[in-house]
């Protein structure tokens, strides 16, 4: 089944701690891409990926870092992280940019205490 | 910078009537435009998108949306709302130029009612 997967669902960690949650899709995608949301303000962008070795920023990626060492994975690592940081996560992927759709993994919902 | 407007936090309607919801965009040069679907403790899921030619494009589930150039909107549309419509709807816009960000609206909840 094509799918794109993340891990963990759900998060409650504290303040400083180091984390990572993964992400991995079964499609070959060369796109992919990390979203936050909060209520009232949708999806925004943290980071995207166009293919392996090639990130690059969104609208808000203060504190955030990503990595793709592999075509399939493209993991988000919090260094520090910090309440503000509290939110759902989705990954997502995609054949490219342009006119092609997104592929949202099912969220991670991460407390930072 | 480009930019999503989603009017309305909330839209009601009765099952069985049709249901509108809106989108206005802002972005440089041609747009690509999206409409996703979110139900409760899922990801997006795509319902359709607009990448040029006829205004009118028809996706998912009896879905439906409008472009119209003039007026910067992209509304979703459906003529006979379903109870399990109910959901969080979002609108995303892409500049077609190289346009690797994909800029989401706020989101409109969408609540049909036996």
């Known amino acids: 089944e094509a799918q794109v997967t993340q891990n963990p669902r759900y998060l409650i960690t504290v303040t400083g701690k180091k984390l990572t949650v993964t992400c991995s899709q079964n499609?070959?995608?060369?796109?992919m891409s990390w979203y936050r949301q909060d209520p009232g303000l949708g999806l925004r962008q943290i980071y995207y990926?166009?293919?392996?070795?090639?990130?690059d920023k969104g609208d808000v990626p203060e504190g955030y870092k990503v990595s793709r060492k592999e075509k399939r994975n493209f993991p988000l690592i919090l260094e520090s992280p910090s309440p503000n940081q509290t939110s759902l996560y989705f990954c997502?992927?995609?054949?490219?940019?342009?006119?092609?759709?997104?592929?949202f993994g099912p969220g991670t919902r991460l407390t930072v205490t | 910078a480009q930019s999503v407007a989603q009017p309305e936090d909330q839209v009601n309607v009765a099952e069985g009537n049709p249901l509108t919801v809106k989108c206005t965009y802002s972005?440089?040069?041609?747009?690509?435009l999206f409409w996703y679907v979110q139900y409760p403790n899922r990801g997006l899921q795509f319902l359709l998108k607009y990448i040029t030619g006829d205004n009118l494009v028809k996706g998912s589930y009896g879905f439906e949306a409008e472009f119209n150039k003039s007026q910067t909107s992209f509304h979703l549309k459906k003529p006979s709302a379903l109870v399990s419509d109910s959901a969080l709807y979002f609108c995303?816009?892409?500049?077609?130029?190289?346009?690797?960000?994909?800029?989401f609206g706020g989101g409109t909840r969408l609540m049909v009612k036996p």
């Open positions: 972005v440089s040069g041609n747009p690509y």
């Open positions: 499609m070959n995608h060369e796109y």
């Open positions: 997502a992927s995609s054949r490219g940019t342009g006119a092609y759709e997104q592929y």
């Open positions: 990926s166009m293919n392996v070795e090639a990130t």
């Open positions: 995303a816009v892409r500049n077609n130029n190289a346009g690797n960000m994909l800029t």
